[in-house]
């Protein structure tokens, strides 16, 4: 019996990574009902980490915390043991601002601390963080006021959360910092490796895709200037300029700095998490791909995570996207046989979205009728 395991990201707009599966594999069973397919979605740290963690067999633990300017968020985390995956994004990323609404100096991760802390409460000791998708500049600064950690201003007063208001801050007590957060073992799943500061950093980069304009990006520069000094205070040293301390608004640099996290590739993170070398080792071809396979996916994104893991096992891989803007050519060298597009059935951008699922299906009876029933690579 062919075995193929089915490992895309989602297409974002559109569907699910589960759901992409689940359409690719429908269409391969309708031309071959003998076929054994298996899918198991991947994410690469951003929105969808703890939903493949979850379909992969980790329990989903719902709660409620506040979202980028403070309203309340209906979120969860995903656990197993004594480890927890927390997914910035479905907590205060870009997505949850109301009304989609940029919030450039006061959004927080305020929420994402009250998620960590759920877990830490609950019993969690590995706290895997996905980091991507952020609506906030604030260095992790929220985050850790969740976590008891107070930032104070010259009159001894917290400091209003939001990266803006980080540049009237003058001290940064962790007395308060919860015990078992400095107990625990943390792990950022994210892709980048800018660092906090500077013309390469937090502010400068990301900060006009949260909404922030010229004066608003000097005063985040400011904020995390200042943020930075806090804590090179509190804690003896300054990590600011390291690879990857700029990630999701700097988020990432509070994590690291204060609660000793270890950054790693967001795929390479997610892969582990839902073992899937044990689903590879009795595959007889993978299919991956994301909603927009270009030269951003090339540089470590999920779809070529996946097709390093399959080649590496000797298992061929082809990609599945909505649009594709790299050639096959491009594609071989990390294992890829084959790649397709909705958009070479649907030139209509809008309409090819809309109807992801049906295209899909067709792409799905291809690679049944192609690369199976002919044994085509």
């Known amino acids: 019996m062919t075995r193929i395991l089915l490992a895309p990201d989602k297409f974002k707009g559109s569907l699910s990574a589960a759901e992409v599966a689940q359409a690719v594999a429908e269409g391969m069973l309708s031309v071959d009902s003998s076929l054994e397919t298996v899918c198991l979605p991947v994410a690469d740290g951003g929105d969808g980490t703890v939903d493949a963690a979850v379909t992969a067999?980790?329990?989903r633990v719902a709660v409620t915390c506040s979202g980028p300017t403070g309203e309340p968020v209906d979120t969860s985390y995903a656990r197993r043991g004594d480890t927890a995956v927390v997914e910035l994004a479905s907590a205060v990323g870009l997505e949850l601002l109301p009304n989609g609404q940029p919030a450039a100096l006061g959004a927080s991760t305020f929420g994402l601390g009250t998620v960590i802390g759920h877990a830490l409460e609950a019993g969690a000791r590995r706290l895997v963080v996905g980091l991507g998708g952020s609506a906030s500049t604030d260095g992790g600064a929220g985050m850790l006021s969740?976590?008891?950690?107070?930032?104070?201003?010259?009159?001894?007063?917290?400091?209003?959360?939001?990266?803006g208001p980080l540049r009237g801050a003058v001290h940064l007590d962790l007395s308060g910092l919860l015990q078992s957060a400095r107990n625990a073992v943390f792990e950022l799943a994210c892709d980048v490796d800018n660092p906090l500061l500077g013309v390469t950093?937090?502010?400068?980069?990301?900060?006009?895709?949260?909404g922030a304009g010229p004066q608003e990006l000097l005063y985040l520069e400011h904020g995390m200037r200042q943020w930075a000094h806090l804590v090179r205070?509190?804690?003896?040293?300054?990590?600011?300029?390291?690879?990857?301390?700029?990630?999701?608004?700097?988020?990432?640099?509070?994590?690291?700095?204060?609660?000793?996290?270890?950054?790693?590739?967001?795929?390479?993170?997610?892969l582990e998490l839902i073992d899937f070398g044990s689903a590879l080792a009795s595959a007889d071809l993978v299919v991956t791909g994301e909603g927009s396979l270009d030269e951003q996916s090339l540089h470590g994104k999920a779809p070529i995570g996946v097709a390093h893991a399959a080649c590496a096992a000797g298992v061929p891989v082809i990609t599945v996207a909505g649009r594709s803007v790299v050639g096959l050519d491009r594609l071989r060298p990390y294992g890829i046989t084959a790649s397709y597009a909705l958009t070479d059935l649907e030139p209509d951008a809008?309409?090819?979205?809309?109807?992801?699922?049906?295209?899909?299906?067709?792409?799905?009876?291809?690679l049944a009728t192609t690369h199976i029933l002919e044994g085509t690579s």
Not at 201 to 210: R, S
Not at 350 to 366: F, K, P, W, Y
Request: negative net charge.
């Open 57 to 59: 067999g980790w329990d």
């Open 201 to 210: 950093g937090a502010a400068a980069v990301y900060g006009p895709q949260k």
């Open 233 to 270: 205070n509190a804690i003896g040293r300054d990590l600011s300029g390291l690879a990857g301390t700029g990630a999701a608004g700097g988020s990432a640099f509070g994590a690291m700095a204060v609660l000793g996290a270890a950054a790693k590739p967001g795929i390479d993170t997610v």
């Open 350 to 366: 809008q309409i090819s979205m809309r109807d992801a699922a049906r295209l899909l299906h067709e792409v799905g009876r291809t």
């Open 146 to 163: 969740a976590l008891g950690a107070r930032i104070l201003d010259a009159e001894g007063n917290d400091v209003a959360l939001g990266g």
